[in-house]
């Protein structure tokens, strides 16, 4: 009988168990499904590297959402980075979630560029999401197809702007 007691306590323990973990998954996955985003992508002539699936999209140094896939666009010339904004972590940094909803039904927030920023030490890189002055801001790059989600136009990199002026850097040195 004390056998039986012991199997009996083994599968209810069996039993209850399962059910926790199953509970749990299903609320998981529910909250993974539950979140509200608006899908974007931008597209960048520069280095990529150290930006992957998952990495971070951050607005002015606060993670508002993360990287979904990146890809060569289809002529080879462009990198494209397909983003999630999260609503509510646009909520909780007081952003005008209804403003930004509305300005992305329209396929683009032109008013935000995405920037790649990468760390030097650590090689890791996240997509930086800013709203620069009109007289900082460089045109967007052209595109010759309509993107299929909301569009945010790319600023270069502060590595790709170094390399922009080096020849005119040399050249002074030079002269001097």
Not at 59 to 82: A, C, K, M, T, Y
Not at 131 to 157: G, N
């Amino acid at each position: 009988m004390a056998v039986d007691r012991s199997y009996a306590r083994l599968g209810l323990f069996l039993v209850v168990t399962t059910a926790v973990v199953v509970a749990t998954a299903v609320f998981f996955v529910r909250q993974a499904q539950a979140h509200r985003v608006i899908d974007a992508v931008t597209y960048t002539g520069g280095n990529v590297s150290g930006l992957e699936i998952s990495s971070p999209v951050r607005f002015r140094g606060v993670q508002v959402g993360q990287v979904e896939e990146l890809r060569v666009e289809p002529r080879g010339s462009l990198i494209e980075i397909d983003f999630e904004v999260f609503l509510d972590r646009l909520t909780v940094i007081g952003a005008n979630v209804q403003r930004i909803q509305l300005a992305a039904a329209t396929g683009a927030l032109e008013s935000l560029r995405a920037q790649v920023v990468s760390n030097p030490v650590t090689g890791a890189a996240y997509l930086l999401l800013d709203a620069p002055s009109p007289t900082a801001s460089a045109p967007p790059i052209a595109l010759t197809f309509k993107p299929s989600r909301t569009y945010v136009p790319s600023m270069p990199t502060m590595m790709a702007k170094v390399e922009d002026r080096l020849p005119m850097l040399m050249d002074r040195a030079v002269a001097t």
